[in-house]
Nanobody, 124 residues
């Protein structure tokens, strides 16, 4: 079973940046895509971005295109989410998840393993 752990969250001022990291407990993400989601209080968990096993295919939500960048380093078994131009609306718990498929998808049901989440708080 793949275990995932997010890190890199914290408190940042509006306009600032954070880089989140998702590390897997095993040597590999089992050849599948990895995605990032977030959940704000009282809201549904929202898809942000996902990346294929090879890193060649990236799928991002319109709400974060141009601000968030996903990347992966399979040698380090890590997936990163670089977040720029943050606003208070980005405040949420951020989760990474390992997909059942090699191609990135947006639906939560397509993801099999989830991390515990890391809190991101953006002050105005």
């Amino acid at each position: 079973q793949v275990q995932l752990a997010e890190s890199g969250g914290g408190l940042v001022q509006a306009g600032g940046s954070l880089r989140l990291s998702c590390a897997a407990s095993e040597r590999t993400f089992s050849g599948n895509a990895v995605g990032w989601f977030r959940q704000a209080p009282g809201k549904e968990r929202e898809f942000l971005a996902a990346i294929s096993w090879s890193g060649a295919i990236i799928f991002a939500a319109n709400s974060v295109k141009g601000r968030f960048t996903i990347s992966r380093d399979n040698a380090k078994n890590t997936v990163l989410l670089q977040m720029n131009s943050l606003s208070p609306e980005d405040t949420a718990v951020y989760y990474c998840a390992s997909s059942r498929f090699p191609i990135p998808r947006a639906a939560r049901a397509d993801y099999e393993y989830w991390g515990q989440g890391t809190q991101v708080t953006v002050s105005s």
